[in-house]
């Protein structure tokens, strides 16, 4: 049983988050050829906000970001001052204060039945029944907020209450059946096995809205005058298939094994549901041959692997993409002296998918040394994603969507290496200290082999294109006087007719006059691929050490080389859009702008356009980071001191969690935080954009510590010896920041 108590970090309108978990396993063993297995768990969460959005458009975390820093909190007879502003000039705090409630409840209640038949030696019969119930609830209540006036009375923000109540549950059910037989032969070792497998899920929804209640601070359904939509989702959907594997293995030297899948899902139209992906894996211990013999007293083991095999994946928007969907609409002209609605032109059936094929070849190696003190591994793969279902080019004159297609492959190289040493070191102060490190490296790359782009646009995949890439201009300083500012209204008229001193000035790349933005990639005009969004060597290191009851573990990762850029007003200061509304200046911004007395800024000349902020290497940001991930020390209480109590173990701990983050990204965002999209539209930002625009719950340095006791019952049955009883309690403490460890 397990509990979590958890406040948010709004210092007005309280936010928490509540979970409760329980599980429980049961295992008998009821002949000497038949075990049966219970297991259940079950998970309740909920969380409980302000709901903002409907009198700020916006969540707390956007508004924060442009709030005016003028705007009063109170006023001086204790109530909260402009909670009916307008045009954003309103307090955010007292909005929040006496917001209605956002309330989400889930309860996930998973149970599994199993079963394992031994008739004879080697033979294995196995069989489980899993079965999970999700239910949730969401309820949003909308309330008319009063703001005081000096005269008494008092003004509303919101022109109506309400409340939106959705309610979700699903039903998920899956069915393992196989067989294993296990049979040895001198030297050689056989096994095989074979099952079935079929999984199912029913999904159900119902979502109400109503306004006018009858009593502003309670949100019933049936509470309120007008009833102003309902809704209802279901779906389902549901696989089948049958698997098989083949072992061999000689002497612990030569392995090999051989799998199959014949898979069937539900998503397709009949004639296409089935795929069969087989796969087959060798291994070769090179330390196990005579000639190896000479390398035993430094090498314990080193085992080389080769595999290659293919998986289907399930690819498709809905559960019935192979149907068309007919919808409705309101249309724009009255007969009979009424709006009419009708239906719309159906969408095109995606009747030519089946499954995607992914088929990964693998090279490894495994190293043991020094009395497995030296641990390695390494592995190379090559993965292709063939058949991917994209949607199919077709004339826009058709006047439908829809129509997708296997049309699209993609190929990933990637690496993987880990290394790690476990020792100790016998007499460190009497006792012996044991300690461990390891190093995990990885990277990867994706490239778009086939996709249906005859054109080459660059707002979408093209063959040869990495995954992540980013366009952009090459920039070429500021412009440095009003003579050249003029002549850059012709030369880069394109992106401004306006220029001004102080602008940014790009680079000629194609020779051609005038400054042009890519349209193909047949005509790149004069921008190129000038960095990559994916994360590239993904690292992690831990460490941990043992003494006298003491313990110490330490964890790092992070990722040695992305690039980003960031199309943010928290970036830049000054949105793109001329939407004064959505400025996040602060002082950085301010003593890093361009100006007549600081003409070496990093910054362009403060604007709310969008000519000096195209994408463009000056601005391209490094996402690499290191974080602290983790950071325990522990310390387990002699037994000799609490064994009088009946207690078998007693450890006190404290733990901290991103303590510190190492990065050269912008300062006001958290590398964490920050993801990309791809744009289609023409603004000639064409991937690589911040989709959260930073402006996202913040990242938390969070303190915990407590105690963990096993108290244990021991009783003799059968021969076997059962312990039971055992328990956590902590509590924590959590400060929070878009960059922890770099606190401004």
Same mark, same amino acid.
């Given at each position: $049983?397990? =509990? ?95 917001? @209605? ?21 080697? #033979? ?37 209450? @309400? ?82 594997? #083949? ?23 009949? !004639? ?91 090279? @490894? ?24 279902? $994209? ?22 190289? !990637? ?24 190093? !995990? ?16 646009? #660059? ?12 366009? @952009? ?32 000035? =790009? ?97 362009? #000349? ?136 770099? =606190?401004?």
């Amino acid at each position: $049983i397990g =509990y979590k108590g958890q406040d948010g970090l709004f210092a007005f309108g309280d936010d928490t988050y509540k979970r409760i978990n329980m599980s429980f396993n049961f295992t008998s063993q009821l002949t000497n050829w038949l075990e049966i297995t219970f297991r259940t768990k079950y998970n309740r969460n909920e969380s409980d906000i302000p709901n903002t959005y409907d009198y700020m458009g916006s969540s707390p975390y956007h508004e924060v970001y442009r709030a005016f820093p003028f705007i009063p909190v109170y006023l001086p007879d204790g109530n909260f001052a402009a909670v009916a502003g307008s045009n954003f000039n309103y307090n955010i705090a007292g909005i929040m204060a006496q917001a @209605g409630r956002d309330i989400t409840s889930s309860d996930d209640f998973w149970y599994t039945g199993a079963f394992n038949i031994t008739p004879i030696k080697g #033979l294995s019969i196995k069989g489980d029944y899993t079965g999970n119930k999700f239910f949730k609830q969401q309820k949003k209540h909308q309330n008319i907020l009063y703001q005081s006036q000096p005269d008494g009375t008092s003004i509303p923000q919101g022109s109506s209450n @309400g409340v939106n109540n959705d309610k979700y549950n699903d039903t998920y059910q899956a069915l393992n059946l196989w067989a294993e037989y296990k049979k040895t032969i001198k030297q050689h070792s056989f096994g095989v096995m074979a099952g079935y497998n079929q999984e199912s899920k029913k999904i159900t929804a119902l979502k109400t809205k109503v306004s006018g209640l009858y009593d502003n601070n309670t949100p019933g359904s049936d509470l309120a005058t007008t009833l102003q939509s309902i809704g209802e989702d279901a779906t389902v959907w549901a696989v089948q298939g049958m698997f098989f594997r #083949l072992n061999y293995d000689y002497l612990g030297r030569y392995l090999l094994e051989v799998n199959g899948r014949y898979d069937g899902s539900s998503k397709y139209k009949s !004639g296409s549901q089935w795929g069969f992906f087989p796969s087959v894996s060798v291994g070769w211990r090179l330390s196990e041959e005579k000639f190896f013999e000479p390398a035993r007293n430094l090498f314990d083991n080193v085992k080389l692997r080769a595999s290659i095999g293919t998986l289907g994946n399930q690819v498709t928007n809905g559960n019935f993409d192979y149907l068309g969907y007919l919808d409705n609409e309101t249309l724009s002209y009255v007969m009979g002296g009424k709006v009419i609605s009708g239906l719309k032109a159906p969408t095109l059936a995606s009747t030519n998918i089946t499954w995607e094929k992914v088929t990964t070849t693998n090279f @490894g190696l495994d190293i043991a040394m020094l009395n497995n003190r030296l641990n390695a591994s390494f592995d190379y793969y090559i993965r292709n994603t063939n058949d991917m279902v $994209i949607s199919k080019t077709y004339p826009a004159v058709l006047g439908s969507s829809g129509g997708k297609e296997n049309l699209a492959n993609m190929r990933t190289n !990637g690496w993987e290496l880990s290394v790690s040493w476990n020792d100790k070191i016998n007499n460190v102060g009497g006792s012996p200290l044991m300690y461990s490190i390891g190093v !995990g490296l990885a990277d990867s790359y994706s490239t778009i082999t086939k996709f249906d782009n005859p054109e080459g646009a #660059l707002n979408n995949y093209y063959e040869g294109k990495r995954i992540g890439e980013i366009w @952009g201009y090459v920039t070429d300083g500021f412009i440095q006087d009003e003579a050249e500012a003029q002549r850059m209204a012709t030369i880069q008229g394109d992106i401004s007719k306006t220029w001004k001193v102080g602008d940014i000035r =790009y680079k000629d790349l194609d020779g051609v006059e005038g400054i042009t933005s890519a349209k193909t990639i047949y005509n790149t005009g004069d921008q190129k691929v000038i960095g990559n969004t994916t994360p590239r060597y993904s690292f992690n290191i831990n460490a941990s050490a043992s003494w006298k009851g003491f313990d110490v573990r330490v964890f790092f990762e992070g990722i040695a080389k992305r690039d980003l850029w960031i199309d943010s007003p928290v970036f830049w200061g000054f949105p793109s859009n001329s939407n004064v509304w959505q400025s996040a200046v602060n002082d950085y911004h301010v003593d890093n702008s361009w100006s007549e007395n600081n003409t070496n800024a990093y910054y362009p #000349l403060p604007s709310y356009s969008g000519r000096s902020k195209q994408t463009q290497t000056k601005y391209l940001q490094n996402g690499a980071y290191i974080r602290l991930k983790d950071l325990t020390i522990s310390y387990t209480i002699p037994k000799a001191w609490i064994s009088t109590v009946g207690i078998e173990q007693l450890k006190v701990f404290a733990s901290g969690q991103n303590l510190w983050v190492g990065t050269k990204l912008f300062k006001y965002l958290d590398p964490d935080i920050v993801s990309t999209r791809q744009s289609n539209s023409k603004d000639n930002k064409l991937v690589g954009n911040l989709t959260s625009d930073g402006k996202a719950y913040p990242f938390s340095r969070t303190f915990s510590f407590g105690i963990n006791f096993l108290k244990s019952v021991y009783y003799e049955k059968n021969n076997y010896t059962r312990t039971r009883g055992s328990g956590i309690l902590y509590a924590g403490m959590r400060f929070s920041g878009q960059d922890p460890g770099r =606190y401004h």
